[in-house]
């Protein structure tokens, strides 16, 4: 696996964020419908916080971000894109591992949505998170505190 790190957002990295959303969510927008060559990009600069987002760096360059939205009983993990070209090379894995990591310390729940038929779910349910709903676009998945999952288990 190449060498990664994370790095804070700032407001000057929407654009290459936008531009990478467009990218990465393409294959699934398209095959639901949903694909809007303006939309795509307007959307990630309507809902971008820097606050809350990571640039994920490889060799230096941008590769990649990850958004971890705190809310009122979760954070929301958004934004989540790796380039194309570092994917399946595990760093999609250690990035979110590393974020699940930090939300485990705290006892945090932590929530996302993921469009139907995403080869991306199959991340997330590795990784411990679980379908909560769902509706013909979307996919909700929820992910307990590694802490909780385990006291939860040894109680049944």
């Not at 639901?32 to 990630?44: K, M, S």
């Not at 809310?71 to 590393?98: C, K, N, S």
């Not at 909560?132 to 385990?150: G, I, K, L, Q």
Request: aromatic share 8%; charged share 30%; net charge negative.
């Amino acid at each position: 696996m190449a060498d990664w790190e994370l790095r804070p957002a700032s407001a000057a990295d929407v654009e290459a964020v936008a531009e990478l959303r467009a990218v990465v969510m393409r294959p699934d927008l398209e095959r639901v419908g949903r694909y809007d060559e303006r939309r795509v990009r307007q959307r990630l600069r309507d809902g971008f916080t820097p606050a809350h987002t990571w640039v994920i760096e490889v060799g230096g360059a941008f590769a990649g971000c990850v958004a971890l939205r705190p809310a009122e009983d979760a954070h929301w993990l958004e934004h989540f894109y790796l380039d194309p070209r570092w994917q399946g090379a595990g760093i999609g894995t250690a990035v979110l591992g590393e974020l699940l990591e930090r939300c485990d310390r705290d006892g945090d729940l932590v929530r996302l949505n993921v469009l139907q038929g995403s080869p991306a779910r199959r991340l997330y349910e590795r990784l411990g998170f679980t379908l909560e709903t769902e509706d013909p676009v979307d996919v909700f998945m929820v992910r307990e505190p590694n802490s909780a999952r385990y006291v939860r288990e040894k109680a049944t």
